[in-house]
């Protein structure tokens, strides 16, 4: 009984031993392996934006391990699905960095998402570069390791606001939102703007979450006699919208935002959707940027998953290429702090497809340039502005 | 008054997409006495074979017409031989969750065997624009109000005077005389589901012709469920009614209270219209013996 | 020998527990619990406060559903006033973390006699409606009422302190969990001995003879709805806690619905059953995914793009089987086992 016992604490001791022996590296990093964590909505309607950054982060995961790792350690990249549910996501990041043991993450869901974590990935210290949904709560007041790569949704609204604005003076305005914090960070934004250049509102409206007609909304704004109009839905309400707009014969300019500017959309809109103005701080798939991205991307993506590209795979490749140069500027033994401490140091990282990023002490936000766009009907394309 | 019409045609086109669903769910608790939670989500499914239809085969309306047709007879007869019929005689609330286990299997598929991307079908009919004066009307926002109204007269007619209407009035009334009296109880049911699918999915398919296909289209089903109480739950006729309605209060309700008025419109609608009928518009009272 | 079960008082009927083994057990198991934390890595510790946070509030569903046989499927409408009374409360007016518990609770409840005037006349499905209705409803009220709720925006929520104790960390959190989930579950248990059980499960069975026996259908249908809110309040505070950020978005449709999958799958009308399906529907995705990792590499090869999707399918089909073989749930199951044991060899 008392040998028992005596093996008993020796192994208890041991594996005491070991984990302690464990903690002094970070988690996540072997000899030959570096672990990156990520949680996406990758099941359900917004698998669109979930399955697209995650693909971008597998194009720039693929493309260092094919150029032989992190000074020699390749890249393991740990995905969960969090299906858009907030309780899944904090359970998401929880498994990635618990069981998993991941080094760093990159992600991270929706902004509502983004920002249930935020208190999670504070506790765990572990160096984080989000890309999917940039909103301010995420960098202000900024913290030690959560960096973020893109432009707040206010400060897009506010470009395309001043844009439009400029080029049509003196005209009447429509704004429709969802009603959720994505559409309230717009609303804000377009706010600012009005207040600024004293723009004549004729319409604003509030449209709830997952609602597909968009009837009465439309012919309101019809009535309101609004010549501009910034259409605040995402994917499948701006399409429906366009469509009203097309049928209620009336043809104002028309403004949208990133995360409905995916090529799939013209399409679906028809003649209605050519000409409209969208706003963006990453490159259109149709220019030389984009063309170069996409032939990267054929050569390092499984066949299947090159549909699924859109413009998260840009934003999520760039986060993805700012986290591994952070790392692979640590040398033979990367930390967490060193890692943090690289990817302030950030400067000028080059992705050939949106600005250089930068980040700086205090600085965790990358504030990307942005650039208007508008689209094609013949080509289904967006096209810079100049 | 040409605001007030548009408001009530657009009401009317997306109300009968709501009503015909409903009446998918009608008919299948008439006839089994269960709420198919599934209902929005084999819509859906219906829809995205229409377009898959639509893309492969031909484009043609009377092709992709069958084809959907006969996609969601088999659809349904499928789900109820292999998922509802084993729960024959169970508890009425582990049959009705088992169409919850359903319904999240359907909505998984979409994304594995589709994608998560929108996509518009065409059949090269529905999308025109027809104007009478000011106001605009689509094709197939028009076809979608007379198909509802053939269906509602179709519908009435067959449970008045077929004889496999009369069974399936005689299962929904009282399932053991029926046996009795030599109707197939289980045929019955196949029936109702098949019967329910090709009403919903010709929603569904409209649906995609006037707007999108998603992986979001099954919440079509959260819409018209609320319209099969209006109507009554065992009423057919009457759910296909109360689509209609609650498309042209959400659409009124968007058009002078504003758009966020919409959603909670119909639901103030119908639990007024409750607190008068509880059983809903044109659904039987329960006569409730000790 | 043990013979069959007979119990010859009213008071043996009504007893929480019949025999000693069971209080036994069920330290072993509190024990076990408070335990946990400290054997637990912190994923595994967020099932177990997911489980505790739902056990509360199937537990309050199923007074409403379970006992008194009023269907609701909006009860996420509850969760949600819950955690924003509490988030208000709390994190906006800085007050006492136990007020905000306090507030969490009383306000569902008062929402609940809105919601549950309907009841009084409808019934069934008629009625399931309208808390479907009051839950879309009462998402637009807290959207449009910005000045109290800062609308859309939501609000951040900070675990509570509560005396000079902090339950800041994981382990503390789950004891304060675990500590409502132990008082919500003596709370039913309690309620289905009393009066108001007994005249619940009575208006289940039957209305119109419950009625008859001289209970006062109205007040008691009321008084289901008040608990049943009440309970399912608390429990979307913990959940806002959890989630530390409380907003409309984080309360989807979908958990209504899996509130009554619980419940259904666990057994309708039991607590036991309430808790042992919130274990197994919470940790089912787990086990799909556990089943998952054992193929990986196979599915990952056929299915590039569609696996996740796969899992969620795997999700669906292992309930339809589920009831398929076990249709009076969890609890049957339970019951099955239990006799079996007693009665081994005989059947009976």
Redesign the interface.
């Known amino acids: 009984m008392i040998k028992y016992l005596a093996t008993a604490s020796l192994l208890l001791a041991g594996a005491f031993l070991s984990t302690s022996l464990a903690l002094a590296a970070d988690p996540g990093i072997t000899d030959t392996e570096i672990v990156i964590g990520d949680v996406e909505p990758?099941?359900?309607?917004?698998?669109?934006l979930g399955?697209a950054a995650s693909i971008g982060h597998k194009i720039a995961i693929a493309e260092a391990n094919a150029a032989g790792g992190i000074n020699g350690r390749k890249i393991k990249y740990v995905l969960e699905?969090d299906?858009y549910?907030?309780?899944r996501t904090?359970?998401g990041v929880?498994?990635v960095?618990?069981?998993d043991k991941a080094f760093a993450m990159l992600g991270i869901s929706g902004s509502?998402q983004s920002?249930?974590v935020?208190?999670?990935l504070e506790k765990a210290g572990i160096p984080t570069v989000i890309d999917v949904a940039p909103v301010k709560f995420l960098w202000e007041p900024p913290r030690k390791n959560v960096f973020v790569v893109g432009q707040s949704y206010e400060e897009g609204i506010i470009h395309l606001v001043n844009f439009l604005a400029e080029k049509n003076p003196g005209k009447k305005w429509g704004l429709?939102t969802q009603?959720?914090?994505y559409?309230?960070t717009v609303r804000d934004g377009f706010d600012t703007v009005v207040k600024a250049r004293k723009l004549n509102v004729v319409y604003s409206?509030?449209?709830?979450?997952?609602?597909?007609?968009f009837?009465?909304?439309m012919?309101?704004l019809k009535?309101s006699g609004a010549e501009v109009f910034l259409a605040g839905g995402i994917?499948?309400e701006n399409?429906?919208m366009m469509?009203e707009l097309?049928?209620?014969?009336i043809k104002p300019v028309v403004g949208i935002f990133w995360p409905g500017r995916?090529e799939?959309?013209l399409?679906?809109m028809?003649p209605a959707g050519d000409g409209i103005y969208a706003v963006d701080y990453v490159e259109p798939f149709a220019g030389a940027a984009g063309k170069a991205f996409l032939e990267k991307a054929k050569g390092l993506l499984?066949e299947?998953?090159m549909?699924?590209i859109n413009r998260y795979s840009m934003t999520g490749y760039a986060a993805a290429k700012v986290l591994i140069s952070a790392i692979e500027r640590c040398g033979k033994q990367p930390t967490w702090a060193c890692t943090i401490a690289e990817l302030e140091k950030t400067k000028n990282v080059e992705t050939g497809i949106m600005a250089p990023i930068s980040f700086g002490p205090g600085v965790r936000f990358s504030n990307q340039k942005l650039q208007i766009m508008q689209s094609e009907f013949s080509t289904l394309s967006f096209k810079p502005v100049n | 008054m040409q605001y007030f019409m548009q408001l009530l045609i657009s009401g009317l086109a997306i109300g009968a997409i709501y009503g015909l669903i409903a009446m998918g769910f009608a008919v299948i608790y008439k006839s089994t006495g269960l709420v198919n939670f599934a209902q929005g989500e084999m819509t859906m499914i219906t829809a995205y074979i229409a377009w898959t239809i639509s893309t492969t085969v031909s484009g043609n309306v009377v092709v992709v017409a069958l084809g959907a047709i006969l996609a969601a007879v088999v659809l349904g007869l499928i789900i109820e031989r292999v998922v509802m019929r084993p729960m024959l005689g169970e508890p009425v609330f582990a049959t009705v969750m088992v169409t919850i286990g359903l319904a999240v299997i359907l909505r998984s598929s979409i994304n594995f065997i589709w994608d998560a991307y929108p996509h518009g079908l065409d059949v090269g009919f529905g999308r025109s624009i027809v104007r009478v004066g000011p106001i605009g009307v689509r094709t197939g926002q028009i076809a979608v109000i007379v198909t509802l109204l053939v269906l509602l007269a179709a519908i009435w007619a067959f449970f008045r005077y077929s004889k496999i209407g009369v069974a399936m009035r005689a299962v929904a009334a009282d399932d053991r005389t029926a046996l009795l009296m030599g109707i197939s109880a289980t045929r019955v049911h196949a029936l109702a589901w098949a019967a329910s699918s090709v009403i919903a999915g010709i929603g569904g398919v409209f649906f995609a012709l006037s707007y999108d296909l998603s992986p979001a289209m099954f919440q079509l089903g959260l819409k018209a469920f609320p319209a099969t109480i209006l109507g009554g739950l065992d009423a057919v006729l009457g759910s296909g009614v109360g689509g209609l309605l609650i498309g042209i209060t959400e659409n009124l309700a968007g058009g002078y209270l504003g758009s966020g008025m919409k959603e909670v419109a119909g639901f103030a609608m119908i639990i007024v219209v409750l607190m008068i009928r509880p059983f809903g518009i044109f659904g039987e009272r329960d006569i409730e013996r000790v | 020998m043990r013979t069959g079960d007979f119990k010859q008082t009213y008071g043996e009927l009504v007893t929480l527990v019949d025999s000693p083994p069971v209080w036994l057990w069920s330290a072993v198991l509190v024990a076990g619990l408070i335990a946990a934390p400290f054997v637990l890595n912190s994923y595994a510790l967020s099932f177990l406060m997911i489980i505790l946070i739902t056990v509360v509030g199937t537990l309050g569903l199923n007074i409403l559903t379970g006992y008194t046989g009023l269907i609701s499927l909006g009860h996420v409408g509850f969760l949600v006033t819950g955690a924003y009374a509490y988030a208000v409360l709390v994190s906006k007016y800085q007050m006492h973390p136990l007020v905000g518990f306090l507030g969490a609770g009383v306000v569902p409840a008062l929402a609940s006699l809105i919601v549950g005037a309907p009841s009084l006349r409808l019934k069934g499905l008629y009625l399931a409606i309208t808390t479907l209705a009051f839950s879309f409803i009462i998402n637009t009220v807290i959207l449009e009422a910005r000045w109290l709720t800062n609308g859309a925006r939501g609000i951040s929520v900070q675990r509570p302190e509560i005396f000079g104790f902090s339950f800041d960390s994981d382990a503390a959190f789950t004891y304060l969990c675990l500590g409502f989930a132990v008082l919500t579950l003596f709370a039913t248990l309690n309620i289905r001995r009393s009066r108001a059980g007994r005249a619940f499960v009575a208006i289940r069975d039957n209305d119109t003879a419950a009625r008859v026996m001289g209970i006062n259908l109205h007040a008691y249908k009321l008084f289901a709805f008040v608990t049943s809110a009440f309970i399912t309040g608390l429990a979307g505070a913990l959940y806002g806690i959890y989630l530390s950020f409380v907003s409309v978005e984080g309360f989807p449709f979908l958990l209504s619905i899996e509130a009554l999958a619980i419940l259904i799958v666990g057994g309708l009308g039991s607590a036991l059953g309430a808790v042992l399906g919130t274990i197994l529907i919470v940790l089912l995705p787990e086990a799909t995914r556990f089943v998952f990792s054992l193929f990986s590499a196979q599915i990952d090869a056929v299915f590039t793009t569609g696996a996740q999707e796969l899992k969620s399918m795997l999700y669906g089909l292992v309930i339809i089987l589920f009831l398929r073989f076990q249709p009076r749930g969890l609890v049957g199951a339970w019951h099955d086992i239990r006799r079996m044991w007693v009665n081994w060899p005989l059947r009976y």
């Open positions: 990758l099941t359900g309607p917004p698998a669109l399955v699905d299906g549910v907030t309780a904090i359970q929880k498994k960095t618990d069981v509502g920002i249930a935020m208190p999670l429709i009603d959720d914090d559409g309230v409206g509030n449209y709830k979450k997952g609602q597909q007609d009837s009465s909304d012919l309101q009535e994917i499948g399409i429906a469509k097309e049928k209620l014969n995916v799939p959309v399409k679906l028809g499984p299947a998953e549909k699924g």
